[in-house]
């Protein structure tokens, strides 16, 4: 059985996207969020306060999602961490490219604020 998925850590710079995923995520499924505006900042508080899952957009300023994970991926605290990509980019040969980093899964921008907390769930209690 999996533990119950309680903390996540959203690396997301449109202030819009993370507010409306932040009530999507704190108000429907019941999690504890942070959010971060930058792959910096989000190395930083990884580092200090080890989230269950990341919620991890692709493209952002300055660093990347995929440079991001590469990162976390090198640190023991982000050496197995849980992630989900969230994009806009959702051609199969982009999802792929994605899919082929290792993440748990990749999440479709826009994304409907009334499942995305049941469709993160639906993935972290689907997790080998």
């Known amino acids: 059985m999996t533990e119950e998925l309680r903390r996540i850590v959203l690396v997301e710079d449109e202030p819009d996207i993370q507010e409306v995923a932040r009530l999507a995520l704190e108000m429907v499924g019941g999690f504890e ?3 971060c505006g930058s792959g910096p900042e989000a190395l930083d508080v990884i580092a200090r ?3 269950q899952l990341v919620l991890l957009d692709v493209m952002l300023p300055g660093m990347d999602g995929p440079q991001i994970l590469a990162q976390l991926r090198q640190r023991p605290e982000g050496a197995a961490l849980p992630v989900i990509f969230m994009t806009a980019k959702v051609q199969p040969g982009d999802v792929k490219r994605l899919s082929d980093l290792g993440p748990l899964d ?3 921008k826009p994304f409907d604020p009334l499942t995305l907390a049941g469709t993160i769930r639906a993935i972290w209690e689907g997790r080998a």
């Open 33 to 35: 969020v942070t959010i």
């Open 49 to 51: 306060d080890t989230p």
């Open 106 to 108: 990749v999440i479709a």
